[in-house]
């Protein structure tokens, strides 16, 4: 099974700030994701991704498949980016996900006028 | 956004009751998950199916048993609800003809009592 660590758990910043969340899984994995929960709120994914960088406006999430690690980074943080991020891989490694994710257990972020 | 719905979105219910949540999809997805979110244990997978008729147990199965008759309904049931069952419940969907992204549900909040 696989095991994901995600840090840090909680982060304030102040609006503006570059914004950076960690996440280091134990298996080879085909593919990583990352999710977003807002308070009370459902869950939605964010990226996606096997090898290099995605962007999608000011978020953005690379991943490195040698060292087991991957990163989402928010430029120019807004409170509205306020939300948990949560990191998930597949629960068998390689097994692409199909067979279910195992999640870490999310980074509270909380972004201060 | 994904058409998936989850009812009920709350229940309350007493320890010992039989209890069924019910996921529905209109996406044609093959794959459907059902997660529970708990403070300090993040996101866990319950059981999950990957077609009419197949399901498997995932990591925090014990308690609960699920069946999925049509493509579009995956149903969850806590045959004798436990205090420990209290949760948000989250169903997701995925096609993983590829590598795609699960999509999730506005989750189900149960509390046993």
């Known amino acids: 099974k696989n095991e994901v660590e995600q840090s840090p758990q909680n982060l304030t910043a102040q609006e503006g700030e570059f914004i950076t969340i960690n996440c280091s899984y134990s298996v080879g994995i085909s593919a990583l994701h990352w999710l977003q929960q807002h308070p009370g709120g459902g869950i939605v994914s964010l990226f996606m991704?096997?090898?290099g960088k995605k962007k999608h406006g000011r978020l953005i999430a690379t991943i490195n498949i040698q060292e087991k690690h991957s990163s989402l980074h928010i430029t120019a943080s807004h409170p509205r980016d306020s939300a948990v991020y949560i990191c998930a891989v597949p629960l068998t490694g390689s097994g692409g996900g199909a067979d279910g994710l195992t999640f870490g257990k999310g980074t509270h972020l909380i972004i201060q006028p | 956004d994904a058409g998936i719905t989850q009812s009920p979105r709350h229940k309350v219910t007493e320890t010992g009751t039989p209890v069924t949540l019910r996921c529905h999809q209109t996406?044609?997805?093959?794959?459907m998950y059902w997660y529970r979110q708990d403070p300090g244990h993040g996101l866990r997978l319950i059981h999950y199916?990957?077609?009419?008729?197949?399901?498997d147990k995932g990591e925090v199965s014990d308690g609960y048993s699920v069946s999925r008759s049509k493509t579009e309904d995956f149903l969850l049931t806590l045959e004798s609800a436990t205090s420990s069952q209290t949760s948000v419940y989250f169903c997701a969907i995925s096609d993983y003809r590829g590598r795609d992204e699960q999509y999730f549900g506005p989750g189900t909040r149960l509390t046993v009592t």
């Open positions: 199916s990957y077609g009419v008729k197949d399901t």
């Open positions: 991704l096997s090898s």
């Open positions: 996406e044609n997805h093959r794959y």
